[in-house]
């Protein structure tokens, strides 16, 4: 063979690889809506930026006669490239070969790029569209699963892991995601489950869809095992996109503070008027968000779970932030298990990664009643708790309106190491609401007055004795429980100027193997 027929031979192979399990089933993942796993990563990456791994790696297995069919690359794409110049690492798993299902060698192939990733120190973005176990190639298939798992526990707060779901993710494949930070899912073609309908009709009897027992929708509201809804992928890649642009490369890296145009010392009135005199009245925190962010840009974790409590990222001045904010507008802002457990993985993703969290109260305390109880609200209330006592990142609070009871230590206050604690002065930090004051404090006596009328004024006359005391925030300030009392449209401001003096701060949690965070 001379060097030119060697040169085209490549030249053959590759387009041979890139072609994964041929025209026909590309054709039937496009009819689907679906992208192939190479326009997936072509889209994802920077143009031309892609550099793949491994397109000719084939499958070793010799069962049921599976070594006559052979596919260049062996059903997934990997590689790294850039997004908007920042090195990623990327797999993609293409399911017009053998069902994206994985093999020992595909389980390889991923296992290097992981492997990469941490040597590399870059983040990782795995796109999952798969059969899940090649089932030819039997406890192999299982061994290359525990290989992944292995590295996901490894590189678990040591380099951003993302994973997308744009197919099927079934069987314990699942457990490869659910070990990653953040797990995006369409709203179509995308479902996720430990067991599928079929299985779940045999064993339990319950007759169920792929959608409604694993669908994009459920994980995104009811279970809370994906964190971003999508529409469509280009949606989603979008999304991943913008992601990357607030998280750093690893966890000994800051995220990337970018140049910023919207001015640090804007105000805006709007806040001065957007908590409204009638304490029990609600209104969106996201447009505080708004408001405050550089260019009004929040990118929303989890938007459809927990709704009580908003997460996600903004930039102030350029330099990316957690926003952790309880919502009034949803069930009053109240803390609840999922509110606290979603809080908290946010909150230990953002210290992982040095991204300085900003803290907005207005809850009126935790979700009394016996559902929550047995849930075990205790436990998950410490979750975050935990969280927020653990992290080292510059952690700015600003209590907007309501901060009571056990609630109001949890968010982020002072002695949870608090670096900076403003509030406005609508805020009411006390132990617990007016009304359960009273009643508490004077339950004898209004057991006593009979006279309906009599009893309301009484209710009223103390309500007011309490709020007036406790219903600000000058109490807490008095301690320096507050460090300063701030005018809301200068907000901005005060956060820019708090993240500017928190730049170089510096505390370190005592050695230890590990913390036991109350699971
Ligand atoms: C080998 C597979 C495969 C698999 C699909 N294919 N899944 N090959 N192993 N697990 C192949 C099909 O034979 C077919 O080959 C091609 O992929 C496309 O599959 P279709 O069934 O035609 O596609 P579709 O109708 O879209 O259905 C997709 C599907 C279905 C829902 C994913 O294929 C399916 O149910 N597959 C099996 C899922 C499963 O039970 N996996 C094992 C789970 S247990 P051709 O040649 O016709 O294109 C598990 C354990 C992991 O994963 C444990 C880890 C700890």
């Not at 109260?361 to 979750?383: C, M, N, W």
Request: net charge negative; with cysteine; proline share 4%.
């Amino acid at each position: 063979m001379s060097n030119q027929d060697k040169i085209k031979k490549l030249i053959d192979l590759r387009a041979e690889a890139k072609l994964g399990g041929g025209l026909k089933r590309i054709e039937a993942q496009h009819k689907k809506g679906k992208f192939t796993a190479r326009e997936r990563i072509e889209l994802l990456l920077d143009e031309g930026s892609f550099e793949e791994f491994d397109m000719f790696v084939t499958h070793r297995c010799t069962n049921f006669g599976l070594e006559k069919t052979k596919f260049l690359g062996d059903g997934v794409v990997t590689g790294h490239g850039t997004i908007d110049g920042r090195v990623v690492y990327v797999y993609s798993q293409d399911f017009t070969v053998f069902g994206g299902s994985l093999s020992e060698t595909f389980a390889q192939k991923i296992c290097k790029v992981m492997d990469m990733a941490m040597k590399a120190g870059a983040p990782i973005i795995g796109i999952n569209d798969s059969g899940g176990a090649r089932i030819q190639e039997g406890v192999n298939s299982l061994a290359g699963y525990a290989e992944i798992f292995q590295r996901n526990i490894m590189a678990s707060g040591v380099i951003p892991q993302i994973s997308a779901i744009f197919g099927p993710c079934a069987g314990g494949a699942v457990y490869s995601p659910a070990l990653t930070d953040f797990i995006m899912m369409t709203e179509q073609n995308s479902y996720m489950f430990v067991t599928g309908p079929k299985v779940v009709k045999t064993v339990t009897g319950e007759d169920i869809s792929v959608e409604d027992l694993g669908g994009g929708k459920v994980h995104a509201s009811k279970s809370g095992v994906s964190q971003f809804l999508v529409e469509n992928e280009q949606e989603g890649i979008l999304i991943l996109r913008k992601l990357i642009s607030y998280i750093p490369q690893n966890n000994l890296e800051d995220p990337i503070v970018t140049e910023c145009t919207d001015p640090f010392d804007r105000m805006d009135d709007l806040l001065n008027e957007i908590i409204p005199d009638n304490p029990n009245q609600p209104y969106d925190v996201k447009d505080v968000i708004h408001t405050m962010a550089d260019y009004g840009e929040f990118l929303e974790i989890h938007r459809n779970y927990a709704k009580n409590i908003v997460v996600g990222f903004s930039k102030f001045n350029g330099q990316p932030c957690g926003i952790v904010a309880n919502q009034p507008n949803y069930l009053a802002g109240v803390l609840d298990i999922n509110a606290s457990i979603k809080a908290a993985r946010f909150v230990r993703f953002c210290d992982a990664f040095n991204i300085p969290i900003i803290t907005l109260v207005d809850v009126p305390g935790f979700l009394p009643g016996s559902r929550q109880e047995y849930g075990g609200i205790i436990t998950h209330g410490a979750k975050l708790m935990f969280a927020y006592g653990e992290a080292t990142v510059p952690k700015i609070t600003v209590t907007l309106r309501k901060s009571y009871g056990g609630a109001h230590d949890v968010m982020s206050s002072k002695q949870l190491r608090g670096d900076l604690n403003y509030a406005w002065p609508t805020a009411e930090i006390a132990v617990m609401g007016a009304a359960g004051a009273v009643e508490v404090l004077h339950g004898r006596k209004l057991r006593d007055i009979e006279d309906a009328e009599e009893r309301a004024k009484f209710i009223a006359d103390h309500e007011e004795e309490y709020t007036e005391k406790f219903a600000n925030p000058y109490q807490a300030a008095s301690f320096g429980y507050i460090d300063d009392v701030i005018e809301p449209r200068n907000t901005r401001f005060r956060i820019i100027r708090g993240l500017q003096s928190l730049a170089t701060k510096k505390l370190v949690n005592p050695p230890k193997k590990h913390s036991n965070i109350p699971l």
